[in-house]
C-alpha cells in the first residue's frame, strides 16, 4: 500500500504543477469566446501549457497504478490536493504571493489527506459487469455535449460550469481505470471501459484547457475538486466494493471532509495576487 499512496501523492504533486504551468500557457494563447478545439490548438503552441502537460501525464500514470490498489475516494481526494500544489507552484511560475488564509488553506489540506491516508485500505479491484462499463463510455460521451453547451454560457458561470463537466470527466477516467476487467492488449480492445477512459480524459483535458482561457485557475479547478471527488468517491463505496481499514470509517470520513474543505476554501479565496510580471518562459511562436 505504501507504494501505491506514494504514486497517488506523487500524481497530486505533478498535477498541481502541471495545472499551473497549463494556466500560464492557456493565459498566454489567444482567447476565445467559447470552448472549441481552436482553444486547444492554440494553447498547444505554448511550450509552458506543453510541459505542464507532459507532467500531467506522468501524474496520470501515477494516479491509474494507484487505483488499481486504492480506494476510488483515497485517490481521488488526494488528487483534489493538487489544488494546494497549485498554489504553491504559482508562486515562482505566475510570481504571486499567497496569504495567510492561502497558507492555512494549503496546511489544511495536508492535513485532511494525512489523515486519509492513514485510514486507507489495500484491495484488488473489485469486478463489475460489462453495463457498468458500457455505461461510463455513454457517460463519456453525454460528457461532450454537455461540455459544448458550458462553452456558451455567460462568462459569469462558464470558468465553473466547464470545470464542472471537465472534474467529472475525470471521474470517468479514475472509475474507468479502477474497473478495467484485463490490462492485456485484447482486453483492453474489447473493454468499453478502456475507450470511457480515453474518451473522459480528452473531454477533460478539453473543457478543463476552455475553462482556464476563460477563468480563473481557482474556479475552475474548484469546481474540478467538488465532481472528480464527490460522484467518483460514492460509486466506489456503492458499487466498486471501496472500504476503510477496520475501525477507521470516521477517521476517513474526517480526513476526506477536510482535504475536500481546504480545497475549496483556498478556490474561495481567489487566485494569490501578483507580485510582478509572470516569470518568463520560452513559448513558441505564434503563426496567427
Not at 488528487?79 to 504553491?88: D, E, H, P, S
Not at 505566475?94 to 492561502?102: N, T
Not at 453525454?142 to 465553473?160: D, E, F, I, S
Request: net charge positive; with cysteine; charged share 10%.
Amino acid at each position: 500500500m505504501s507504494l501505491a499512496l506514494f504514486a497517488a501523492f506523487a500524481s497530486a504533486v505533478l498535477y498541481g504543477v502541471g495545472a499551473a504551468l497549463e494556466s500560464r500557457g492557456a493565459k498566454v494563447a489567444p482567447q476565445t469566446s467559447a470552448a472549441s478545439p481552436y482553444a486547444l490548438m492554440h494553447a498547444l503552441r505554448q511550450v509552458p501549457f506543453l510541459v505542464g502537460v507532459g507532467l500531467s501525464g506522468l501524474g496520470f500514470a501515477g494516479q491509474f497504478f494507484a487505483l488499481r490498489s486504492l480506494p476510488v475516494f483515497v485517490v481521488q481526494a488526494i488528487q483534489a490536493g493538487n489544488l494546494a500544489v497549485t498554489a504553491v507552484a504559482a508562486i515562482p511560475v505566475l510570481r504571486v504571493r499567497l496569504g495567510k488564509r492561502q497558507w492555512a488553506a494549503v496546511a489544511t489540506v495536508c492535513i485532511g489527506l494525512a489523515v486519509l491516508a492513514s485510514s486507507a485500505a489495500t484491495e484488488n479491484a473489485a469486478r463489475v459487469g460489462l453495463g457498468f462499463r458500457a455505461a461510463l463510455l455513454v457517460a463519456a460521451a453525454a460528457l461532450t455535449a454537455a461540455g459544448l453547451a458550458a462553452g456558451r454560457l455567460p462568462p459569469r458561470w462558464r470558468a465553473a460550469a466547464l470545470g464542472t463537466v471537465a472534474g467529472l470527466g475525470f471521474g470517468i477516467v479514475a472509475l474507468a481505470a479502477r474497473s478495467l476487467a484485463s490490462l492485456t492488449i485484447t482486453g483492453l480492445l474489447l473493454d468499453p471501459a478502456a475507450y470511457a477512459l480515453v474518451l473522459g480524459g480528452l473531454v477533460a483535458f478539453g473543457f478543463y484547457t476552455s475553462g482556464l482561457q476563460t477563468g480563473s485557475v481557482t474556479v475552475v479547478t474548484a469546481a474540478v475538486v467538488v465532481s472528480e471527488t464527490a460522484v467518483p468517491a460514492l460509486i466506489g463505496v456503492l458499487l466498486l466494493g471501496d472500504r476503510t481499514r477496520p475501525g477507521y470509517i470516521p477517521v476517513a470520513v474526517i480526513g476526506f471532509l477536510t482535504a475536500v474543505a481546504g480545497a475549496l476554501f483556498l478556490a474561495r479565496l481567489g487566485d494569490p495576487r501578483p507580485t510582478g510580471p509572470p516569470a518568463r518562459l520560452e513559448t513558441s511562436p505564434s503563426h496567427d
